[in-house]
């Protein structure tokens, strides 16, 4: 079946710093990702609708200077988080679509100290 | 808008007990129904799905039926087992391009 990878899975930063997350369709190609975040012991919340090719659209109150999307090919979306703080520590998971469904990937774990 | 309602938990059961998780949808059009399972430090991993109503989807002893009547998507297993302990999230997509709508999830906790 389809796979969508992730990139870390853990990822510890300092206050300040930037990451990058990268979320992979390994098996087939996916014009449409989606970016969503989890908090501890609630649902997953959309972030931004990633398409390949044109700018990310974002869901309100959702910082886009902040959270910054490129879907750079069929295969590869990335989720940088800049100037990262403690309130950004979150469980973020990709999904892409293809052609049976949508998929979703086994999510990052970031922890801003 | 398209949103779910799922139960609250946490629910905590016994080895072989009857599970039922309650979810219930609201949708504008016509939308696929999931249940997604959420294992300890893991991502989600689709659990079953239906497409349409009166669809029944199932896997590993687990059962959900769509039904559009009373626009719910209840979760049901017969005998819950320990390694069944995860977070239950239903969730709903209007269509295959379209971003999902989840519940709140449920937690299980089964216990020997």
């Known amino acids: 079946g389809a796979v969508v990878s992730q990139h870390p899975s853990r990822v510890i930063c300092k206050s300040g710093t930037s990451v990058k997350i990268e979320c992979r369709s390994l098996d087939f190609q996916a014009t449409t990702m989606f970016w969503y975040r989890q908090f501890p012991k609630q649902s997953l919340m959309l972030m931004a609708t990633s398409n390949e090719g044109s700018k990310a659209t974002y869901e309100q109150g959702v910082e886009k200077d902040k959270f910054l999307i490129n879907h750079a090919s069929l295969t590869l979306s990335t989720l940088t988080v800049t100037s990262a703080h403690p309130e950004d520590s979150s469980f973020y998971i990709c999904?892409?679509?293809?052609?049976?469904?949508?998929?979703f990937g086994p999510g990052t774990r970031l922890t801003v100290t | 808008g398209d949103s779910v309602t799922q139960m609250e938990g946490p629910v905590t059961l016994s080895e072989e007990a009857f599970l039922t998780i309650n979810c219930t949808y609201t949708a504008t059009g016509y939308p696929s129904l999931f249940w997604y399972v959420q294992y300890p430090g893991e991502g989600l991993q689709l659990l079953l799905k239906a497409t349409k109503a009166d669809d029944k989807g199932s896997n590993k002893g687990f059962e959900a039926t769509y039904r559009k009547e009373t626009t719910s998507f209840h979760l049901e297993k017969g005998s819950v087992q320990v390694s069944d302990s995860a977070v239950y999230f239903c969730a709903l997509s209007e269509g295959t391009g379209n971003q999902f709508y989840f519940g709140t999830g449920t937690s299980l906790t089964v216990i020997p």
């Open positions: 999904s892409a679509i293809g052609e049976n469904g949508q998929y």
